[in-house]
Structures are given as C-alpha cells and as structure tokens.
C-alpha cells in the first residue's frame, strides 16, 4: 500500500537552540556590555554634552560579526555626516521660530527620505538632521554642535568596530560558511527522504522543505555583503567566492525537480529494478553534502568518489532496465519522469564535484578533484 504524500510531507524538525549558539550569544551581550562601557567612560573623560549618543551608536551598530558591525557602523557615520551637514545648514539659514523651523524640517527630512531611496546606507540621515535641527541650542554655534555630533557618533562606532574586532570576534566569513553548511545538512535531509521514497515505491512530497532551504539560501547571501566588507576593509584574509552560493543554488533547483518527481510513485516494475541503486545514489549524495558541509566548518579534504562508484552502479541497473522487457511496458508519463531523473541526479552529482572545487579554492587548496 502506498503511503500518501501528505503523511510523509513537511520540513526537517527545525533544530533546538545548541550550545554553541548560547555561547555565541552569551559572547555578543560581553562585547556589547564592554563596548558601552568604554564609550562611557570615554564620552565623560572628554566631557561630551551629549555623549549618549555615543553610546546609542554602540548599541546601533553592535552586531553579530565584524563585517556586520564595522558595515553598520560605517554606514551610521556616512548617514550622520550627511544628516548633521544638512540639518546645521537648515539651522544656519532658517530663523530660529517655530514656523520657520517647522517649514525646514518637513523639507529636510523630505529631501533626505527622497535621497535615501536612491542611496539606502542614508536611510538615518533624515533622523540626524531632525535631531540636529529640534535639539541644536543657539547658546552653542551650529558648527561646533553639528561637529560635536559627528564626533560622538563616531566615537561609538569605532568602539563597537574595535570591540567587534578583538574581543572573541566572530568573522562574518565564518557565519556565512557556518550557514551554508547548515543548508548543505538540510539537503542531506531531503535526499534521504526521497532515497526511502525510491527504494520503497512511495509518494513523498518535499515541498515545504525546499521552500524552507530556499528561504535559508536567500537569507545566508544577504550575508555575504557583511563578509565583502568586512574584507574590503582588511579585517579579514580571505573571503568567500559568489560560486559557492551558485553551486547551492543549482544543486537546490535540481533536488526541487526531483522532489516534483516523488510526488507520485514510479511504477513497481521500476522500483524494483532500480529503485534501490538510485537509493544508493541518492544516499550517496546526501553523505557527500555533509561532507561539504563539514570542510565548509572545519576544512578538510572531500572525498569525491563516494560519487562516482554509486553513480556507477546505478548507471549499470538503468542502462539494463532500458533494454528489458519490464520497461516496454512502463506507460510514457512514467518513461519521461524516469529519465528525468536519471538526467537530474547526474546533473546533481556534477555540481555537487563543482561546488567541492570551490569549496577548495576557497580555502586555497591546490589539490586537484580525483577523475
């Protein structure tokens, strides 16, 4: 009896918090809880007037990573160097009353919400200049208190930067690969799902899983800009290759297909010639996305031909079952399924030896791939 899809659909269990992601956050409140407290300290040996918002700063631009930080706290001082020029020049020219000041600032803060569209790291700019034009005092000259701003906020930044950077930092590089192996374990997942729907004949239906591992894929690339950054700016060695996430992306798209595939059986006549050798395969593949998944976190050599000698085999029993008389009678819907998913797995397996490739030249290995 067929198991229906319904019963053997939805995502992996989401996993429960570990240990290492308390520790992580237990690290980040240490850097947080320091970083305030310099500033602080800081912003009262040189008498700020208002040097909270230094530590406002800190609190914005703390993240989780250094490229995330030092990205954040980079775009905050451009957004308040913006923001402060042009709210002290509305001070300067707009007479100190009410209506004229109100006038000013819906322009200002108009213009600078038109402005941040176009150039995204100003968003905070328009907030700058209001507090500059609502908080400026005429007892201080505009220059002095629009400088005094500027310094404060980047007195916050570079303490959350530096912070970020020596105390336990963690890389915006490592999140990143520490993310893509966690989706190379869902695949891994996935493919033992659909390796038991092969080997028994069943419908599965893996949809909500892929929508999920999509959904991580997309989030792990926004990332990657804090992990450019973060090199751009020399705070890291190395950073990571735009083909990794490709390779996920096309590995992702042909596990989506067969996943469309199992979700109605093959006919028993198919299953049982080679339905346990694509098992094999599939099961295969998933050993080897772990695998990636591990040289990813920890490094490591990929033994590629886990591969090859599972393809191979299942090779052999497909090419057989072609030339049988079980496949004459296979209707054609089930003839064009089966042979879309022979042509899928190879493609799988080959970006699965490509995403290997660049997982080696990411960390600079010059071993070559086995043949």
């Known amino acids: 009896m067929i198991e229906p899809a319904s019963r053997q659909s939805g995502p992996p269990p989401p996993p429960k918090t570990s240990t290492f992601q308390t520790k992580r956050a237990a690290i980040q409140a240490l850097r947080v809880m320091i970083a305030c407290t310099v500033t602080y300290a800081v912003s009262q040996l040189l008498h700020l007037q208002q040097g909270y918002w230094a530590v406002f ?15 954040m706290a980079v775009d905050r001082l451009v957004a308040t160097v913006a923001g402060a020029v042009l709210g002290g020049i509305a001070v300067f020219l707009t007479p100190h009353e009410p209506l004229p000041i109100g006038v000013a600032l819906i322009s200002v803060v108009g213009f600078a919400s038109f402005v941040s569209v176009r150039a995204p790291r100003l968003k905070n700019a328009g907030l700058t200049a209001a507090i500059v034009m609502l908080t400026h005092s005429q007892a201080v000259p505009v220059e002095v208190f629009v400088i005094d701003r500027i310094a404060e906020i980047t007195l916050g930044g570079v303490i959350g930067v530096l912070a970020s950077l020596f105390i336990l930092p963690t890389r915006s590089r490592t999140v990143v690969l520490d993310r893509f192996a966690s989706a190379l374990d869902v695949m891994a997942q996935i493919m033992r799902m659909l390796a038991a729907a092969a080997e028994k004949g069943e419908a ?35 950073g990571i290759s735009d083909a990794i996430p490709r390779s996920l992306w096309r590995i992702r798209n042909d596990m989506t297909y067969v996943s469309h595939l199992f979700e109605a059986p093959f006919p028993v006549e198919v299953v049982e010639a080679i339905g346990p050798q694509a098992a094999l395969v599939l099961r295969a593949q998933a050993a080897f996305a772990e695998a990636c998944g591990k040289a990813l976190r920890e490094g490591g050599d990929i033994d590629s031909d886990r591969l090859s000698d599972a393809d191979s085999a299942f090779q052999a029993v497909f090419d057989a079952f072609q030339h049988s008389e079980a496949a004459q009678s296979v209707a054609f819907s089930d003839s064009g399924r089966l042979f879309g998913f022979d042509f899928t797995l190879r493609r799988i397996r080959q970006n699965f030896l490509d995403l290997a490739d660049r997982i080696r030249e990411s960390r600079g290995d010059e071993s070559e791939r086995p043949t």
């Open 204 to 238: 599965v239906s893996a949809a909500e899983a892929n929508i999920g591992l999509r959904q991580s894929l997309v989030a792990t690339e926004a990332l990657l800009t804090d992990a450019q950054r973060e090199r751009s700016l020399w705070l890291a060695k190395q």
């Open 57 to 71: 700063t800190v609190l914005i631009v703390m993240q989780a990573s250094v490229g995330a930080t030092a990205g």
